[in-house]
């Protein structure tokens, strides 16, 4: 079982400190998003901290000894494939092949409307997004790379040096739209199935609200079926789960109390809460619970919790994690 830390908006110095602190509680994997600003951000988004994506990789790299790090993730229109392969080979050569490639389509429009990055339709995006990572792989595998696509063309492209990791790093894909999970189930080793966001362009809480566990499962199920129609195994991509909240609570009464009031929020029943993909809330004991039912039920081998919190962290790596099958 692997278990990740999922985080942004943090000073270097914190977000060091959280990957420090993650690897000491038993935590397998760090993830960094990559954003020109947080599509979540306060009253004054200008002032959030915001790190680049690739050089806040390389010095967590720095920082930590066993931890893999990674992106949660990569959005693929702010770099050319050839670009993001060869800095994705360097961070995997800097971090002694600890790297774990995550990449997507990308997908808040705020963030291209103040760029002035071209922001196409999704299809399109998916599309890029499919022919980026088929010259990514050929990049980190093949002497030379011709690829004459829709979207990106490459003539006598060479790469060197290729990854450490053979026959390159483990690549995770980020969505939850059908459209993404046939590229992951075609391209990925990881699975990251999350809420849709990307045709909208923006978060909306009830992108949250229609990712119940039913939902889940079906997007599961999908990503076999789209395994094996490329030749692949069913299983051949991993399944992992994003908390996007985490509340660890020290009884069942805080529990109810917290249950409640995401529920009013979100419009849920206290059993939708406690059982939403996206959510953790309870005890020690009911989140191993729920945890273990989650693996049961859809074959999760990965769980990943958004937190900019040591303390979440800590309780995290102490009280419920080891006991997890």
Known sequence: MDFGVNTAGLE?????SLAQTAEGAGFTTFYLG???MLAQAGAHPEQEPNLDAMTGAAVLFGATRKL???HLVLNNLFRHPIITA???ATLDHIGGGRLIAGIGTGWTEQEFTMSGIPFPDMKTRGEMLDEALTCMRSLWTDEV?????RHYRLRGAVLWPKPIQKPYPPIMVGGGGRPIIRIAAKHADISNITWELGRAGKFDPKFLTEFNQTRFKERIDYMADQCVKNGRPRNAVAVSNLIGSCVVTDSDAATAKMVDGVGRALGFTPDQVRHCPMLLIGTP???VEELNRRVKAFGVSQFIVTTRSEKTVRALGEKIFPFVA
């Open 12 to 16: 270097l110095a914190k977000l060091t």
């Open 34 to 36: 990559d954003h020109l």
């Open 68 to 70: 893999r790090i990674g």
């Open 86 to 88: 060869q800095a994705l």
């Open 145 to 149: 790379t011709n690829f004459d696509g």
């Open 285 to 287: 004991d009911k989140c």
